[in-house]
């Protein structure tokens, strides 16, 4: 049986899977992004674990091609450009390097991006030829589909919607220092940061007064929420009406037919989903009312940019069918 | 000859203009919109001037379609839905309607996106398969273009860029009622009321105190920035830096090669272009510095909307070829 192996580059952790054209996993693997400071021993070491992956698979699998989803990641240049969470610094050219030592197809893909292909391959997007896919993760990445393809941009680097600034140059900043950026307000680390805020501005009791910023994480503002805790449900309302503001703007961009939402902020269910609708729909345009499908990925149990990667590839092939 | 009837409707005037294949106009003419409350008379009217204009041409000319921009058009349905400065109400099937009239192919699109269209095929994008036009006028209109494809959106009314919030929903009103909307800022009457504003917020000796906001226009603020007028000096470095910002974001969506501006309000050159371009490239993204050119239209002579019109029909004669 064919298969694609769909690489997720994470800063920590580098995972693989074995993807078939449905999409099946086929057997999956990980290994430390982060031991590796060098590229090309980064390279030998992914090279090795994907080898090992296929020969230690159950069923008789033949490798086709190889997808990658990454931050930074331009698809027209296969390369990884300055990376913010990776040690590679610079223009690395990845795909170039990968195909040295695996004479198979290979492309590569900023990993929101490629999660907006897997959703459209494999996801609940088939059907589909205009939606963008969010990723709500540490940061915020988007992937945009337009009259049935991926837009990439003029070098590969279209769909930073984690960077778009929502606050006329006068908000938060995100990591990359652009002030306002939506990543600032909805992210694992915005979602922090707007109960830093709330913590700031209200005195209502709350059990997360309890907690250091370090040790807040999205799991437990849910569980505060569920316990109606105010400073929790202050966060979720507030962290919702700048997504649903913020998607609203999108769909005057290119007018998706659905959005969807994946990433760990996905987790936190209707106490995001819910606001989330609610200002979306309260901001789009008339023409746009009613019309605007907000929906959780149906990758959700999966890994979007394992799928994604894989979907680089099995795209191809279907367009070449 | 084969000649196209490019159609621009406004909400005070129709005009019409025969474009050849390469975009030559051979004759235009034009006719009240306002006056026909009736939208079957003014179908009548424009069949009409549409045929007249054909006969009293020196050339010898054979119509092949009608192309038309217009206010909240969508390509799609081919209708008008609910357009604010026009006299139909509700949704009018436009090219139904005109194609009883006229048996020729007929198209129709959002003005602004049409210009797009008429960018990529008479103007400077000719080479270009990702870029974005946006049409500054009495409203702020916008065109994207990517994977060489016009993005329409779902049901056809996407790239409605002026209505964008750019305030986190704490800014002026527009004509939609859309807080903070880019057209609020950066159009005709956006430009007045940045006037008003820093007449509020600055005490400067300025000749637009002399002026009432309806006696206003971009040819006296223009005037005034020639003669260094304070108080018009800080309209346009303050519209530039509202433009650029917003084109910054426009970047990360698709990441075009070039961003053509288009419209009235670019007739003020260098007072809103110089501003503009220093914010675009200092709000820029890492990634796309230096890369996204800021171009005036190689329409701005034209009718943008009028060669987008044509651009409708003779773009999908190229692609059938």
Redesign the interface.
């Known amino acids: 049986m064919e298969v694609v192996a769909g690489i997720d580059i994470g800063g920590t952790n580098t995972k693989i899977g074995l993807i078939t054209k449905n999409g099946e996993s086929l057997g999956d693997i990980s290994f430390s992004t982060s031991d590796y400071q060098n590229i090309d021993d980064y390279l030998d070491q992914l090279t090795l674990k994907i080898h090992s992956l296929v020969k230690k698979t159950l069923k008789e699998v033949t490798l086709i091609g190889v997808g990658i989803g990454a931050p930074?990641a331009s698809s027209k240049n296969g390369t990884i450009?300055?990376a913010a969470n990776l040690n590679w610094k610079g223009i690395v050219p990845f795909v170039e390097k990968l195909n040295q030592r695996i004479d198979l197809p290979i492309k590569i893909m900023n990993d929101a991006s490629a999660a907006a292909l897997g959703e459209m391959l494999f996801g609940k997007a088939k059907n589909m030829t205009?939606f963008i896919a969010v990723t709500l993760g540490t940061g915020f990445g988007g992937g945009?589909v337009?009259?049935g393809?991926l837009?990439?941009?003029?070098?590969?680097?279209?769909?930073?919607?984690g960077?778009?600034?929502?606050?006329?140059?006068d908000?938060r900043l995100t990591g990359?220092g652009?002030k306002?950026g939506l990543e600032a307000y909805v992210s694992a680390t915005g979602l922090k940061r707007t109960v830093m805020h709330m913590l700031a501005k209200h005195m209502d009791k709350s059990e997360l007064r309890t907690l250091s910023y370090n040790d807040l994480d999205g799991e437990k503002i849910t569980k505060a929420a569920e316990n109606s805790d105010p400073i929790a449900l202050r966060t979720y309302k507030y962290t919702g009406k700048?997504l649903g503001?913020a998607l609203?703007?999108?769909v005057?961009?290119?007018?998706?037919?659905a959005i969807f939402m994946m990433g760990g902020l996905v987790k936190s269910g209707h106490w995001i989903i819910e606001p989330t609708k609610k200002y979306l729909e309260e901001?789009l345009?008339?023409?746009?009312k009613g019309?605007?499908k907000l929906l959780e990925s149906g990758l959700i149990n999966k890994n979007p940019a394992i799928m994604g990667g894989a979907a680089l590839i099995w795209n191809d092939i279907n367009l070449d069918e």
């Open positions: 930074n450009e300055n205009d945009i337009a009259n393809k837009i990439d941009g003029y070098d590969g680097f279209a769909g930073e919607l960077h778009i600034d929502i606050t006329l140059g908000g990359l652009v306002g700048v503001s609203a703007n999108f005057a961009f290119t007018q998706p037919e901001n345009l008339q023409i746009y019309k605007v």
